[in-house]
C-alpha cells in the first residue's frame, strides 16, 4: 500500500513507554522495575499500570525500539510481538488460571490508542467479567450482500499494494 501513515501523537509527545523501557521508575513514565515479566532485546512484556474491571493483572507486550503503530510495525518485528503474546497467554492461563484469554491491540485515536508506542494487550478472563458487555450491546448480524461490499473494497486495496 503506497497510502503514508502521518504520526497522531500530539506535537511534542515524549513517549511513556520508551521512558520506561530506559529507566522504569523515573520520570514520565509508571513502569516500574517489578512490572516486567519477559524481556528480550527486541521486546517487553509488562504489566499493565491500568487494571480493567474484574481483569487485573493483564500484560501489554511492547517493542523495545518506537514504533507508534501496527502500520509502521517492520514485519519481522511483528512476528515476534506475536510470538511473545503467544507467550504470555499461555502463561497467563496457567499461573491465573483463567477461563480464557483475550489479545487486544489499538489504533489511532479513533481505535481507542492512549499510548502512542504500539502494544499488544493481553487480558486473563473469567466467566461472567463483563468485559465485552458494551460490544455485545451493539453487536448486528449483518447481511451477506453488506458484507460482500466491503470485501471487494477491501479486497481491491490489498490487490493495488
Not at 518485528?77 to 503474546?85: C, K, N, P, S
Not at 499461573?95 to 493481553?122: K, R, W
Not at 467479567?129 to 490489498?158: C, M, V, W
Request: charge should be neutral; charged fraction near 15%.
Amino acid at each position: 500500500m503506497k497510502t503514508q501513515f502521518p504520526s497522531n501523537a500530539p506535537l511534542g509527545y515524549v513517549c511513556p513507554n520508551c521512558a520506561g523501557l530506559k529507566h522504569p521508575g523515573g520520570p514520565g513514565t509508571m513502569i516500574e522495575d517489578g512490572d516486567f515479566v519477559y524481556r528480550d532485546n527486541q521486546v517487553a512484556a509488562i504489566i499493565n499500570t491500568f487494571f480493567w474491571g474484574q481483569n487485573p493483572g493483564h500484560v501489554i507486550v511492547v517493542p523495545i525500539q518506537h514504533h507508534e503503530s501496527l502500520y509502521l510495525l517492520p514485519p519481522e518485528l511483528g512476528h515476534h510481538i506475536f510470538d511473545t503474546v503467544q507467550l504470555v497467554a499461555r502463561a497467563m492461563k496457567l499461573a491465573y488460571q483463567s477461563a480464557g484469554i483475550t489479545t487486544l491491540q489499538n489504533n489511532e485515536p479513533a481505535g481507542d490508542q492512549h499510548a502512542f508506542h504500539y502494544h499488544h494487550h493481553v487480558v486473563p478472563r473469567y466467566p461472567g467479567d463483563d468485559f465485552n458487555q458494551l460490544k455485545r450491546k451493539h453487536i448486528r448480524t449483518a447481511s451477506p450482500a453488506e458484507r460482500a461490499g466491503y470485501a471487494e473494497k477491501l479486497g481491491r486495496t490489498l490487490e493495488a499494494r
